[in-house]
């Protein structure tokens, strides 16, 4: 019993230095390329509390855009899902929606799953300038092909919050 502390003394330091040891090997290189944005989306409020849907492509042309809503329990949005065959450009939609109660936490939550344009995705990421390191461009254009031969679905989403109400 008087050996306990010693013990375990001694077994937290063990996993201070496999933590630290562990630590040192993974922070090698902490360079790495990640697949340039493909949408930009966005929920927008006017001065009168009315929602604008805003999705925009940022690589090329978006294919078998669908844009459905999630919100929380005291929200009901009417807007019918959208769904769009491409998208070259912004598109923009209004969010109808009805807050059943004052109370505070509500929000909106706007999912768009999409086709990424993969032609332009991998003219990007195949750009020297851009992507300087060769093993690195190497390991996201095995990527980019991946996702493409498998016509990878993506999903985004963005949220709004409706603003605090005092009720006091």
Request: net charge positive; charged share 20%.
């Amino acid at each position: 019993m008087k050996f306990l502390p010693l013990i375990l003394l001694v077994l937290v330091t063990s996993f201070s230095l496999q933590a630290l040891a562990a630590s040192t090997i993974c922070s090698g290189n902490q360079n790495r390329y990640v697949l340039p944005a493909n949408i930009s989306i966005k929920i927008v409020s006017d001065n009168n509390g009315e929602l604008t849907g805003i999705i925009a492509p940022l690589i090329g042309s978006l294919k078998n855009i669908n844009v459905r809503f999630i919100t929380s329990e005291n929200v009901a949005v009417q807007t019918k899902p959208v769904s769009l065959d491409s998208l070259a450009e912004e598109y923009s939609f209004s969010i109808s929606h009805e807050r059943k109660t004052d109370k505070n936490d509500q929000w909106i939550k706007m999912l768009v799953e999409y086709l990424p344009d993969y032609d332009t995705l991998m003219k990007k990421v195949t750009d020297n300038k851009t992507h300087p390191d060769s093993q690195l461009r190497l390991r996201l254009i095995e990527k980019v092909n991946s996702l493409s031969r498998s016509s990878k679905v993506f999903t985004e989403a963005a949220f709004y919050r409706f603003p605090e109400v005092n009720n006091k």
